[in-house]
C-alpha cells in the first residue's frame, strides 16, 4: 500500500472511530440511535416509541418550532403513555378541531432550556427536594428525585417518571417520561 493509501485508512477508521464514539454518548431511544448533531424533531422522528407524539407534534404544527434553534427541554411521553389516556383522548386532541388544546397538551412538555438531569437534580437539592419548573405551555410541573430517578408531577398531581435522561440534541434535550403531562382540567 502507498503511503497516501495508507493515510486515507487511517483517516476513515479515525473517522468512524469518532462517529462511534460521538454516537456512544447518547443512549438508544425506540430502538434508534440518537445523535447530538440532529435536532429534537429529526431524532424523535426515529424512535419507534415515539410516533404518537411525532404526530401529535405534526398536528399542533410544532414542527418548525421544535426545528429551531432552542434550547429546548422535551419531557417525551412514549407511546404507551399516550395509550393510557382514557379511551378516545389522543384521537380527539389529533382533531384539527382541538389544535389549541393538543398545542397546550404538548407545550406542557416543553421548556425553554436545556436542562441536562443532573442540573435538574440540583434545582431539587437547591430547593428543598422539590422544583417548580415553568413550561412554555405555562403549565408548572414540580420535579423530584428519589434513588438517583427523577420525576415529575403536573398540576393534576399525575406522575411521570424519567425513564431515560440527557438524550442530547443539536438544539436541547431530551428525557422520555412513561406518562403524558396533562395542564389543569
Do not use: W, Y
Amino acid at each position: 500500500m502507498t503511503k497516501s493509501a495508507l493515510r486515507a485508512v487511517a483517516l476513515a477508521t479515525a473517522m468512524s472511530a469518532a462517529a462511534f464514539a460521538a454516537h456512544a454518548k447518547n443512549p438508544e431511544v425506540g430502538g434508534a440511535a440518537m445523535f447530538d448533531n440532529k435536532n429534537i424533531v429529526e431524532n424523535a422522528m426515529n424512535s419507534k416509541d415515539h410516533t404518537t407524539l411525532v404526530a401529535a407534534v405534526k398536528a399542533a404544527g410544532l414542527v418548525g418550532t421544535l426545528e429551531g434553534k432552542g434550547p429546548f427541554t422535551v419531557f417525551a411521553p412514549t407511546n404507551e403513555a399516550f395509550a393510557a389516556l382514557p379511551d378516545g383522548t389522543v384521537e380527539t386532541l389529533l382533531k384539527p378541531e382541538n389544535k389549541e388544546k393538543l398545542t397546550k397538551v404538548l407545550t406542557c412538555h416543553v421548556v425553554a432550556a436545556d436542562a441536562m438531569s443532573k442540573a435538574v437534580a440540583k434545582m431539587i437539592k437547591d430547593d428543598g427536594g422539590e422544583h417548580d419548573i415553568k413550561t412554555v405551555g405555562g403549565c408548572v410541573l414540580k420535579a423530584r428525585e428519589s434513588m438517583g430517578k427523577i420525576t415529575l408531577t403536573d398540576e393534576n398531581g399525575d406522575v411521570a417518571h424519567v425513564t431515560i435522561a440527557d438524550v442530547k440534541q443539536s438544539n436541547g434535550v431530551i428525557h422520555v417520561v412513561d406518562k403524558v403531562l396533562l395542564p389543569k382540567t
